[in-house]
């Protein structure tokens, strides 16, 4: 895909600079209104110092993790933020210099200089880093902040304390879970971690039992593997940051990012910095591993397609005999880009040269047929759906999937889109119509986007010099149609005040916004609390 070049990128450092926290609950301005039904709090997580002393961080992943509170009740907000009190935040403040690597590197004045660089810790000779800055997740009705490591820390959601530290290998028999976990009608969570051994390289579908959030520890018991699955190339296993669940079904992507297993251990051993392990491999396929969700059993059909990567999946569901699964798509694994502190404080043609060098990411429909039979012939579609263009032919080996766009060219001027997000409580897994993004045209999402997939139209706010995150949706409490509801994103920029703004989601337009009067730099993920 094509793009235009861009030049003269408004510099974002102020975005991945240092802040301070703020404890106690602050009062914001409003401006316009926020609906008085919305009751709960918005969280979310995300770096937010990036220097001990003298020492500084090298990349954007590395800053410590700083939690930020919207509380909102009767169309009024206030903000809080705290740092994530983990062992590498205590240890660096108590030496006041970075003594707790955090990208697998023991030593080295060069840390890992690419965007897998979380993935290394799942591999670690020393202990993981418990700086867990992804995203706030949910186990048996309790908060915890999480990272790609076996560690995560369950969270106080009201006062953003940290409680204890987890360590999932405790629990159950895996080395690490992703920070992007699914929930199912009845509360309980499912995830996909991963272990090696003398056995080999093996991904797991686990999932952990409903609680009621009562708990004075916290539980994981009960968690379970459902599914295992042995990695294609044991030596060089695959990146994944999320995975697919529709009702019945649980999708594990074997993409053609691979890890180099022994190289890790010679470069580890030597103490050298590790962006070279990791090899996007276009020549590889793309692999679908399709397990039964409720029994663990994998299905046997090889569901494969060309080379791709994805980073966030945006819906699944079934639908007469099909898997329909909507994700967030990439064709070049090498230049997700290299997002150092240094690129991001870039400026001028340096900046400039940056962004053009990141791939675009742009959502994608893939159709699976569930049953395919031993006496189907090969090399014709097997789907039969009215509303898609995306193919399945039975080969030799498998069944070989062709994704169809869910874009239009409009999409393009947008920069692609990221951080998909849809009405999770009532459409997840189920068939749907909307999903909300960020569109990218700066390496820091500059636009908030509504697709309607009945015709792939889109909706946009986008206003120069702003950087929304992720958009959340919140369904109003009366909703008949899947978009009655608000979006929510915290808007920061290096000019003005910060602020969570507040969108109608069926109209995409401003019903008010929250101006915060401290600093907010650039987050990741984040979720709503109807409950406090």
Known sequence: ISLSILVGLESIGPLVSSVEETPDPISTVIKGEIPSWITGSFLRNGPGRFEFGESKFNHWFDGMALMHRFHIKDGQVTYSSCFLRSDSYVQNSEKNRIVVSEFGTLATPDPCK???????????????????????????????????TNFMRRIDPVSLETKEKVDWSEYIAINAATAHPHYDRNGATYNLGNSHGRNGFFYHILRVPPGDGKNDVADLSGAEILCSIPASDPRKPSYYHSFVMSENYIVFIEQPIKLDLLKF????????????????NPELETIFHVADRHT??????????????????????????????????GDDGNVIGDFTIENLQASGEELDKFFN??????????????????????????????????????????VFLSHEDL???????????????????????????YFYACGFGHVFADSLLK??????????????????????FVPAPDA???????VMSVV???????????????????????????????????LFNEMS
């Open 265 to 280: 251990m010679l470069y580890r051993v030597a103490g050298k910095s590790f962006h070279k392990v990791m090899s996007w």
């Open 357 to 398: 060098s990141l791939c675009t990411n742009l959502p994608r429909r893939y159709v699976l047929p569930l049953d395919v039979k031993e006496n189907e012939p090969n090399d014709h579609n097997l789907i039969n759906l009215p509303y898609t263009t995306a193919t399945a032919v039975k080969t030799v080996t498998g």
């Open 114 to 148: 690419n965007i897998f660089a979380r993935f290394f810790s799942r591999f670690q000779i020393p202990k993981a880093t418990d700086n867990a800055g992804v995203s706030f997740v949910k186990y048996k009705g309790d908060f915890y902040v999480s990272t790609e």
């Open 451 to 472: 697709m309607d997939l009945e015709g792939k139209k889109l909706k946009v706010w986008r206003h120069a010099g702003l950087f929304p995150s992720e958009p959340v």
């Open 480 to 486: 008949k149609d899947e978009d009655d509801g608000v």
């Open 407 to 433: 874009y239009n060219d409009d999409l393009l001027q947008y920069g692609g889109l990221e951080f998909p997000q849809i009405n999770y409580t009532y459409y997840n897994a189920r068939p749907y119509r």
């Open 296 to 329: 663990g059993q994998l299905i046997k059909t090889k569901y494969y397609s060309s080379a791709m990567f994805t980073l966030h999946q945006i819906n699944a569901y079934e639908d007469n005999g099909y898997l329909i699964m909507d994700m967030c798509c």
């Open 492 to 526: 920061i920029t290096p000019r003005e005040s910060s602020f969570l703004l507040v969108l109608d989601a069926k109209t995409f337009t401003e019903l008010g916004r929250a101006e915060v009067p401290v600093d907010i730099p650039c987050g990741t993920h984040g």
